[in-house]
């Protein structure tokens, strides 16, 4: 039984990735529907991934994906920031 606490889950992580997509996207410049047309992911899936409407989901693979386009890691993606300028 493990009694400790090695980790510290967000329960807010698609929100922290949302933020950080949309901060990301429009650093590079790019529409939804360009980063959707890169990524070959659909614009309505980045569209409610960014929004957060809807149940969603994504996978590594999908997040990595986005993360390459963006030129930016995956822990960039996930990373929580106290402030958000412009977002």
Do not use: C, W
């Not at 309505?44 to 997040?63: A, H, M, P, Q, Y």
């Amino acid at each position: 039984m493990i009694h400790e606490k090695f980790y510290n889950f967000n329960p807010n992580i698609k929100g922290v990735i949302a933020r950080n997509i949309r901060k990301y996207r429009r650093a590079k410049g790019f529409t939804q529907e360009q980063l959707a047309l890169y990524t070959e992911l659909s614009y309505d899936f980045i569209r409610r991934i960014e929004t957060g409407n809807g149940k969603f989901g994504f996978s590594v693979d999908t997040l990595y994906k986005v993360a390459t386009v963006l030129e930016v890691s995956v822990d960039d993606l996930m990373k929580e920031e106290k402030e958000f300028s412009n977002v």
